[in-house]
């Protein structure tokens, strides 16, 4: 089996920045993925391929990869931003598909 | 815009086969490199990846469930099923249906996803 280990939990002012981490032994030769969640909805992809933001998502998203440790930082963090967010990766093998455990981001 | 929606069974029995069919709109369904997925969230925990299929037939699982799972697309109805079999409680999640794009062995991700549709798993 393969693990993704996130943070359960960040809590930020508005306006502050939020750093959320995202470990994995197969990090350094796979991209991670970050995906928002809000409450009831389904996820939406916000950074892809460590650290590129697909179309529509605010500049303020973004993201960051090293050895096992990829990260995704929130810049200007807004009440609008509270949501679980998931980090999603491979295992080396290519072949098992991992979510992380999810992080819930507080902004108040 | 690629859209998905998921439909099939609210309720099922323990120990029945639950069904579930996944209804693409506004995109091709048979672009390389882009397979159909499930995932499913219990409540209030994480996503957890079940199980992905190419048009043209080559399937991923996941290991844990086993013999489980099945898959199937029918690129004509413009739809795709899972059929998780042998359910119990801990069966009972949202789940999801997602265009997957296999790349690489790096470049692998879910995007869209439909809004999902709970099933709950209960006599």
């Known amino acids: 089996s393969y693990e993704l280990t996130q943070p359960p939990s960040v809590s930020v002012s508005p306006g502050q920045t939020a750093r959320i981490t995202c470990s994995g032994d197969?990090?350094?030769?796979?991209?991670a993925y970050w995906y928002q969640q809000k409450s009831g909805q389904a996820p939406v992809l916000v950074i892809y391929?460590?650290?590129k933001r697909p179309s529509g998502i605010p500049e303020r998203f973004s993201g960051s990869s090293s050895g096992t440790l990829a990260t995704l930082t929130l810049s200007e963090a807004q009440v609008d931003d509270e949501a679980d967010y998931y980090c999603y990766s491979l295992d080396n093998s290519g072949t098992l598909r991992v979510f992380g455990g999810g992080t819930k981001l507080t902004v108040l | 815009q690629l859209q998905l929606e998921e439909s099939g069974p609210g309720l099922v029995k323990p120990s029945e086969t639950l069904s579930l069919t996944c209804t693409v709109s506004?995109?091709?369904?048979?672009?390389?490199?882009?397979?159909w997925a499930w995932i499913r969230q219990p409540p209030g925990k994480g996503l957890e990846w079940i199980a992905s299929?190419?048009?043209?037939?080559?399937?991923y699982f996941n290991p844990s469930f086993g013999s489980r799972v099945a898959m199937s697309v029918d690129t004509s109805k413009r739809e795709f099923t899972l059929i998780l079999s042998s359910v119990t409680a801990a069966d009972t999640a949202v789940y999801f249906c997602a265009r997957h794009a296999v790349v690489t062995a790096a470049e692998d991700w879910f995007d869209p996803w439909g809004q999902g549709t709970l099933v709950t798993v209960s006599s």
């Open positions: 391929e460590d650290n």
């Open positions: 506004g995109g091709s369904m048979t672009t390389s490199n882009f397979y």
């Open positions: 299929k190419y048009h043209s037939g080559a399937t």
């Open positions: 197969a990090l350094p030769k796979k991209y």
